[in-house]
Each structure stands twice: as structure tokens, then as C-alpha cells.
């Protein structure tokens, strides 16, 4: 698991002949052609494109050969700062990957508990979904909790396993809709506070 970076910019198209062809477009300071020639052919493929589009590591090649990388955000939570020093408190943050987010909390005195919510769903890029049952009031009360990347069809996984199978069409009001209630399929991307509503085959 890769935690709070992105896919590396590495794509690897096997190929028929012509050996390994490497092709980037940004200067590479980590690896040569030859490494990284070696390391493809060490998967096992002794003919491919590979087009780079970012300065990879040895890292960046294997992650992108063994295609099973999960890559994910994540968040720092610092409990107890009611017993430490300023001294201690910069210190463990020093021992952190830079750029991480961190948040500072005290669950005796409650400082920080508040905004830890926030602090999470903003950080790790949630969105809320407002689902409405066809021919029903739409629940604004209790939100569908989804990555502020998830498309209808994440949505319908994420409710009941049938409904991709059952899909008939949806009807979105919201950032994500060009007008109230249009309706989209499966691959519609979705955005922070829409309303949807899923119509499937009974």
C-alpha cells in the first residue's frame, strides 16, 4: 500500500517485436534506460513501449509491473497533546512524511475532537450523497458517505449488489447535473451534496 501518493505516470504497452522501447517525456536523474529496461525484463516481458511521464524510481516501474499497488489517502491523528510539550508535539511531527495532514486532539480535555470529523472527511476526499427513493422524499438527514471520485455505478455497489445488474437509469439534481433531475448512467461522476435517485429493473 502506497499511503498519500498518486499512481506514478508509467504505462507499459506490450508489444510484438522491437525489444523495450522507452519513451519519457521529462528528464529521468533516477534510472537509465538500461535500468529500466532491466527491470522490465524482469517480469518477464522482452517486448513493450513504456512512456514515462513523470521522473520514476526503480519504486514507480514495479508498482506499475505488478499492477496489485493500492494506493490511498490517509490522515495523522495526534492524541493526548494535553500531556506533551511543544518540544515533544515537534518532534513527532518531524518523524512524519512531509506534507501528511495532522491534526492535534485531546480526547481527555476534548480539544480538537470537534473538528477531527471535518478534518477526516476533508483530508481524505469524502463527499455526501443524498439519496432519494423514487416517488419518496429524498434523505437529507443521514448522507451516503462515498470517494469524492465515485461515479453511479460505485454508488449502486455500494448499496446492494444487484443494482449495476438491475440498472435501468438514474435522475441527479445537484452540482453534478446540468439541470434538476437529468438523467445519467452508470459512469455519471458524481459531486459533494447531489440528490439521486436509482431506478432499476424489479
Known amino acids: 500500500m502506497r499511503l498519500n501518493q498518486l499512481p506514478p505516470q508509467v504505462f507499459i504497452t506490450r508489444t510484438k517485436r522491437g525489444g523495450i522501447v522507452v519513451r519519457s517525456t521529462v528528464e529521468q536523474t533516477n534510472l537509465t534506460e538500461e535500468e529500466i529496461q532491466g527491470i522490465v525484463r524482469s517480469f ?14 526503480d519504486d514507480h516501474i514495479v508498482d506499475t509491473l505488478a499492477g496489485s499497488r493500492v494506493y490511498s489517502r490517509a490522515v495523522v491523528v495526534l492524541n493526548k497533546i494535553d500531556l506533551a510539550t511543544k518540544k515533544d508535539i515537534k518532534r513527532t511531527r518531524s ?20 473538528a477531527m ?77 447531489d440528490l439521486l435517485t436509482i431506478i432499476v429493473r424489479k
Open 44 to 57: 518477464g516481458i522482452v517486448s513493450a513501449t513504456v512512456t514515462l511521464r513523470t521522473n520514476v524510481t
Open 95 to 114: 518523524m512524519l512524511p512531509e506534507g501528511w495532514p495532522v491534526l492535534e486532539v485531546s480526547a481527555k480535555t476534548g480539544e480538537g475532537i470537534e
Open 117 to 193: 470529523k471535518d478534518f477526516i472527511f476533508d483530508n481524505l476526499h469524502f463527499m455526501s450523497i443524498y439519496l432519494k427513493p423514487q416517488g419518496k422524499e429524498a434523505d437529507l438527514v443521514e448522507p451516503l458517505i462515498v470517494k469524492d471520485t465515485s461515479t453511479v455505478r460505485d454508488v449502486c455497489v455500494k448499496l446492494h449488489r444487484d443494482f449495476v445488474r438491475k440498472f435501468r437509469y438514474a435522475r441527479v439534481k445537484g452540482p453534478s447535473a446540468k439541470f434538476d433531475w437529468q438523467r445519467v448512467g452508470l459512469d455519471h461522476v458524481l459531486k459533494d451534496k
